[in-house]
């Protein structure tokens, strides 16, 4: 998807790094905010797969690092809770002015409790998801260990999270002990998703519950089953985005807008990662990858699944049709496809025209009470659908650069 970097200035005059992802082809809409975990960054794996995720379904993504994190301007030693809660209210406003207020709020974390936060103050807002959140922003203080006591006795302590030194100073414990999280959910009154995982050592699942109880409906609970507070696992990661990104459909309005109509009718962009492919076909997105054997995250099927998938869709289509027009009782149809090419090896050298599928197992089953002679008709009316066709025809592939 097409990604922007940028910044914009918080209340306090620092500058935070963010970035854009915009969807393909089309005018976002609606926008975004994620707020990253405490002492992250705005390109953890699972920020990226969210944002990748609600891009594919028409929503426009601002994710950024809090001050003092990242590539953001400040000292981290001199934030808090309430100004992580100020850094989301300045990107609302960065957007608003300088592309359309957030209407969705994102939070991994404590800034999934700093969404919440946030989310009440923001009137554009409409819809809230957490994931792995506490239902207290002072829970975080449970990282500090024994240095709990120094901070309080001593002002500040530096602490060891994720192999990285920070400093906290009293002022951040002082400040999360005032936040009545709980009390400012049951405020919200805004769309809650809330994501936690029954395995979360970090931020129990006692927390989800909390949050959940406090809140007035609508709102939702998914359980990320087997999941670590971080979603290490790229899969838990990317079926967290998707639940999010399906999710907030029903709570955001969709303008009644003309459609933008891309130039080709369909649109791919390779991701940051990997292989992972971004794919816009008409108005759906969806994802290409590789197997994670051919050193892909497989979060799609491959090209050669995608072409197969199109062989075995058109031949199902065009035998539905068929037995439709002449009426006869064809009531189910199964196509399957075995091949064993693998695109990632045949690119290794894609001079060598002979490196390519060369041959097509395809096997049809039908359903319905069809007599023999409809049968063997449809079988060979499933060798005359127009990507069969294609495929034999040996289309010319004009390339162009733009």
Known sequence: M???STHFINSRGFKLSAKIEFPLTQKPDAFAIFSHVFTGSK???????ISRAMTLNGIAVLRFDFTGLGDSEGE????NFSTNVDDILSAAKYLEENYKAPSILVGHSLGGAAAIYAGRELSSVQAVATIGAP???????HLFGFSLEKIEKEG????????????IKKQFIDDIRAVDLQKITHDLNKALLILHSPQDSIVEIENAAKIYHSAHHPKSFVTLEKADHMLSNKDDAYYAANVIASWVKRYIPIPTKEELKPKKQVIAKLGQVGYTTDIVAGKHGMVADESEQMGGND???????LLNSALAACTAMTLQMYARRKKWPLENVQVDIAFDRSYKEDCMDCEDHEKRIGKYDVCVTLEGPLDEAQKNRLLEIAGKCPIHKTLLAKPEVSLSML
């Open 135 to 141: 239902s207290e922003p002072e829970h975080v203080t």
């Open 76 to 79: 981290f030693s001199d934030t």
């Open 43 to 49: 390109n953890l794996n699972a920020t990226r797969n």
């Open 156 to 167: 500040e302590a530096v602490i060891s999270i994720g192999g990285r030194q920070f400093t």
């Open 2 to 4: 097409p990604t922007k």
């Open 299 to 305: 979060f799609g099927p491959s090209p050669y699944e």
